[in-house]
Structure formats: structure tokens, C-alpha cells
């Protein structure tokens, strides 16, 4: 409590940078981005941090980050507070430095954690940085070397065969694909530069592992139309951007528009650069036979990051509850994505011969057809515009 004692950077607190005039309290100084989502926070003359949000109240930068990084990612243990907390834009533990500099500047560090007074130990992490104005949040990449004593993880359940990957063949000759199983996830073990890229997971319900859904989404049918659109239009997979808008104080992230890539995976030129591109794993196509509706299944899915104590495992593919908006009309954006596919595709060997039976009494047009009614908005005056995007189909096929 004297000023002439020694403190370790564990004994400096909030309260201690306050009282020595590195930090002042007022409103809106402290921040965390974790995951593309930016937290807001008052600082109080008593070294209590105030969520704006919530009105909640933190007695340490490590209790407020370890609260909020939980609701982006429930397998958080530990914020990393004084790491991650930041004071008008500079991280607090670079004001620990300062302190320890200005007041203890003929002592040597005797200890390296960055933990103050009442704080556990925390593991290191990615830094974090307001990225959201470019439009992507950080997906940290950690390499993975297998250990020996992680092999038991893979026994814990029955091991399903490992799928075969696509064979995409020659360019320019139709694309077929070999029957892709889904695998476990407690059968992955930690990652491994020799696992097959296209290996599928089954996705796991939040109530299986006792957890809420930390977040809400909302998907409008314009963005299924389209997507569900693009599906039929070819046998080959397809991928795209989804985009939209994340509220923080309803936590609901509602996806407006869609954006099909209109590239071939299977062009050996360009599969590549289009999967690197757009990094984001691929679903059944809407033919597979183990869905015998017309109705396409979509199922969204969100990859829960692994625990801090296990960052060499892979993700857990975890399954979304959606609630979905029904649209007045079309858009001219919609209109015109979905002519352009089908100019895309016009006359290429993996395009769908729509005229075809795809059941005993329905061509494929009529699946599409089906598929898509669902998802069609509440003004009928569209309908005559599809029906002229469908006649250009059959003429394309």
C-alpha cells in the first residue's frame, strides 16, 4: 500500500494506475474486439469497469474480458484481460510497463505474467484488432503437431470411414463426385496437414454439450432463393459470400444478400484460388439423394473455436438455430444474380438438364420449381419473372 514499496506487475491493479495518474476514469475509454464484435466499457474512479451494454459491473479488466469473449465463444476459460482490454486504443498491460518504468525503474522484472491482484494465470493469445471496417475478422491458424497422447481421443467413439474427396477429373468433362460420409468430430484429433480438406463433420447441437447458442440469426428468402437457386443450376459444388448486418445489443445477426461465386470448383485453373478465396466449407448439393423432398435442406452452421487448453484440436462444427424473414418482393439484385448464373452456366457440361426426370413423375425444373416456392416472396406479381428465368433454363439445357 506504501508508495515505496516493491509491487510485481501482479500487484498492479486498476486502482494503482488511477491513483498514479496513468489512467483516468471516464466513459467509453475501454474496449475488447473478440471476433469481429467490439465491447465498450466505462471506467469508474474506484477501478470498476461499467459494460455500456449491460450497465454490468467488472472489478477487473480479466472478469469484464473473460465475460464478453464468452458470449462470442462459450469455450473461453480466460480473457486475457490486461491483454486484450484497451484504454483509449493502447492495450493496459503496455500502462503496467509504464508504471513499473516510471516508479520501479532500478528494480528487475521478477516475474512475467501480465496477471494483476485477484487475477489467474492466462494463457497468451492471438492479438486482436478492430478489423470489422475491412470486413473480416482474424482466423487464427495455429500449426498443429500430433502428439502420441491425443491418439485416445480418436477412441472415445466408433471411428466412421473416412470419406473419399471429389474427383473432379479432366477440365471440361462433367464433374461427378464419390459419396462423401460424414465423420464424427470426437474422430478428428488434432489437426493434421494429411487429413483430406473436403472431410465432412457431422454438426453437434448446442444442448449436447449443455450450452446456449451465444448468438441469434436471422436469414431473409431472398438470400435462400438465391442460394438455393445456385444449387440446382449445377452438379458440381458452389460457394459464395453471405453478408449482413450484427446487432450487438439483440446479439442477432441477420443475413441480407448473397453473393454467388460465379467460378467453377472443378477448373483446375481456377478451383483453387476460389476455395482459398472464399475458405468456407461446402454443403450437400440439393439432388442428394438422402434428401428425398423437392424442398432443399439447409442447415447453417457455425465452427466453435477449441478450448485454450486444447489449441491444436480442430473446431466444433456447431449447429444453428435460424429464425427466417419472409420478403415482400424481389430485388433487382436477386434478379439480376440469378440471370447471370444462368448465362454462367449456359451450355456447360455440368449443368443440370432441367427437362430430365429427377423422380418418377418430376423433371428437374419441377424439383427447382418446388424447391424454391417456399422461399418466394409475398408479391405474386414476381412469379411471371421467374417463370421467364425457368424458360431460359430449359433453353440453356
Not at 153 to 176: I, M, N, V, Y
Not at 220 to 227: E, G, I, P, R
Not at 256 to 267: E, I, K, N, S, V
Request: aromatic share 8%; net charge neutral; glycine share 8%.
Amino acid at each position: 500500500g506504501t508508495r515505496g514499496a516493491v509491487l510485481t506487475r501482479r500487484g498492479i491493479t486498476l486502482r494503482v494506475l488511477l491513483r498514479d495518474g496513468l489512467l483516468e476514469p471516464a466513459r467509453g475509454v475501454l474496449s475488447i474486439y473478440s471476433l469481429g464484435k467490439k465491447f465498450v466499457g466505462d471506467l469508474g474512479a474506484d477501478g470498476t469497469i461499467t459494460w455500456q451494454e449491460t450497465g454490468q459491473v467488472f472489478n477487473s479488466p480479466s472478469a469484464w474480458a473473460t465475460h464478453c469473449k464468452r458470449l462470442v465463444n462459450p469455450a473461453k476459460k480466460s480473457g486475457c484481460g490486461w491483454a486484450s482490454v484497451r484504454y483509449k486504443g493502447q492495450k493496459l498491460d503496455q500502462y503496467k510497463v509504464a508504471w513499473l518504468r516510471k516508479h520501479q525503474p532500478n528494480v528487475p522484472p521478477v516475474e512475467e505474467s501480465l496477471a494483476s491482484e485477484g487475477e489467474e494465470e492466462e494463457m497468451p493469445e492471438e492479438e486482436e484488432e478492430e478489423v470489422t471496417r475491412e470486413g473480416r475478422a482474424p482466423i487464427p491458424e495455429p500449426a498443429a503437431a500430433k502428439k502420441p497422447e491425443e491418439k485416445s481421443k480418436k477412441q472415445q467413439c466408433k471411428s466412421l470411414a473416412e470419406p473419399a474427396g471429389t474427383d473432379h477429373g479432366p477440365p471440361g468433362k462433367r464433374l461427378e463426385s464419390k459419396p462423401r460420409v460424414p465423420v464424427r468430430y470426437c474422430t478428428l484429433g488434432t489437426r493434421d496437414s494429411a487429413r483430406n480438406p473436403q472431410t465432412l463433420v457431422e454438426v453437434t447441437p448446442f444442448a449436447a454439450i449443455n450450452k446456449f447458442q451465444p448468438f441469434n440469426v436471422a436469414i431473409s428468402s431472398n438470400v435462400l432463393l438465391l442460394l438455393d437457386f445456385h444449387s440446382h443450376l449445377t452438379r458440381s459444388e458452389v460457394v459464395g459470400y453471405l453478408g449482413g448486418r450484427w446487432d450487438t445489443n439483440t446479439q442477432l445477426l441477420t443475413v441480407l444478400r448473397a453473393f454467388p461465386c460465379r467460378t467453377r470448383l472443378g477448373d483446375a485453373e481456377a478451383a483453387g484460388a476460389v476455395e482459398e478465396e472464399v475458405n468456407q466449407p461446402r454443403q450437400w448439393g440439393p439432388y442428394y439423394h438422402g434428401n428425398p423432398s423437392v424442398e432443399s435442406k439447409i442447415a447453417p452452421f457455425w465452427v466453435m473455436p477449441p478450448p485454450e487448453q486444447r489449441p491444436n484440436d480442430y473446431g466444433i462444427p456447431m449447429e444453428v438455430e435460424v429464425a427466417y424473414i419472409q420478403d415482400g418482393f424481389l430485388t433487382n439484385d436477386v434478379l439480376q444474380e440469378m440471370t447471370l448464373l444462368v448465362e454462367f452456366y449456359k451450355g456447360a457440361p455440368d449443368l443440370v438438364k432441367f427437362q430430365e426426370l429427377w423422380s418418377q413423375d418430376q423433371t428437374y425444373l419441377d424439383k427447382l420449381k418446388g424447391s424454391l416456392a417456399s422461399r418466394t416472396p409475398k408479391d405474386q406479381s414476381f412469379t411471371h419473372i421467374l417463370e421467364q428465368i425457368y424458360s431460359l433454363l430449359k433453353l440453356s439445357s
